[in-house]
């Protein structure tokens, strides 16, 4: 993840669940088998109700007729309890396929908000104060522009203002350093390996 993301915030309403993230019926969906799709984020946040500010049925959201996956759209800014539901992980692969970078909540389902880490997603979370703050400012039109600095642990909205937040430190460093739990494994190689060889030597002959 970049340390500094800006962007164009969408609006969610409370209780965004995983399966309106990424219905069920697109589980199955190979990206490699498909000729009318590429990838998960095509159908990214195509089961949310207009009333929790998805688009009319049937509509790809964000996608304009013709227009595969080019979306303006870096960062959610959504209600209480986002990523509720079901522990499916296709949540966060489909967001980050559309190109979600960022979600703001005041609350996450725990697995949810882990799997976000997990994926180079993250997940902030808010007080209600300063996510009506948020709100306001992503619903600006052409002005609804925020951006996040995972270093500073700001987000700066279009007319100056800012909203510090808290992450936690290792996963600040995996997030800036674009590591996964494969790649932060890999950074203990040379300490893996010389315990190996260390091993080996006193096994028996």
């Known amino acids: 993840m970049q340390q500094t993301i800006t962007g164009k915030a969408y609006v969610l309403g ?5 399966d309106q993230i990424i219905p069920a019926q697109y589980l199955t969906y190979d990206p490699a088998k498909a000729d009318e799709y590429r990838m998960f984020g095509k159908f990214a946040l195509n089961g949310v109700p207009a009333a929790q500010g998805g688009l009319p049925k049937g509509r790809v959201p964000f996608h304009d007729p013709g227009d595969e996956f080019t979306s303006p759209y870096k960062i959610i800014v959504g209600g209480k309890n986002f990523g509720c539901g079901s522990s499916r992980e296709h949540a966060p692969w489909a967001l980050l396929d559309f190109g979600i970078r960022c979600v703001i909540s005041t609350s996450f389902a725990d697995i949810f908000y882990n799997n976000c880490f997990k994926n180079g997603i993250l997940p902030i979370k808010v007080s209600p104060e300063d996510l009506d703050k948020l709100f306001d400012d992503a619903e600006r039109g052409a002005n609804a522009t925020l951006t996040i600095d995972l270093e ?3 987000i ?3 007319d100056g203002g800012v909203v510090k937040f808290e992450v936690d430190e290792h996963r600040k460093h995996c997030l800036l350093n674009g590591l996964d739990d494969i790649g932060l494994t890999m950074e203990k190689a040379p300490a893996i390996e010389a315990y190996e060889k260390k091993l080996g030597e006193r096994a028996w002959a």
């Open 14 to 18: 409370d209780n965004v669940d995983t």
């Open 152 to 154: 500073a642990q700001e």
């Open 156 to 158: 700066r909205g279009p």
